[in-house]
């Protein structure tokens, strides 16, 4: 089993930049999959990035590409998301999420760490 904490959010003005970390407890962290997804109110969790078990693959939505960077330390159980060039249409919550495997889908993550807010003021 897996326990995710997510930090880093807060609120940023337009162009700005955060970064979040998500920090994991429990042995089998470098045998996951890790993922970054958000929601906004009245809006379903979305897909944002995913790195693979070693980090040596990497996905995006095309919303945040060229944006945001997702990257892992396996000594350290973390894995972080830098988030460059903040637009307001990113506010929402952040969560970080472990699988097996890579996935995009908020129902197929197998764990889900609490979510951190991150709100862009334009």
């Known amino acids: 089993q897996v326990q995710l904490v997510e930090s880093g959010g807060g609120l940023v003005q337009a162009g700005g930049s955060l970064r979040l970390s998500c920090a994991a407890s429990?042995?089998?962290?470098?045998?996951?999959?890790m993922g970054w997804f958000r929601q906004a109110p009245g809006k379903e969790r979305e897909f944002v990035a995913a790195?693979?078990?070693?980090?040596?693959?990497?996905y995006y939505a095309d919303s945040v590409k060229g944006r945001f960077t997702i990257s892992r330390d396996n000594a350290k159980k973390t894995v972080y998301l830098q988030m460059n060039s903040l637009k307001p249409e990113d506010t929402a919550v952040y969560y970080c999420?472990?699988?097996?495997?890579?996935?995009?889908?908020?129902?197929?993550?197998?764990?889900w760490g609490q979510g951190t807010q991150v709100t862009v003021s334009s």
């Open positions: 790195i693979s078990w070693g980090g040596g693959s990497t």
């Open positions: 999420g472990a699988s097996s495997s890579v996935v995009k889908t908020a129902p197929a993550v197998r764990y």
């Open positions: 429990g042995r089998t962290f470098s045998t996951y999959s």
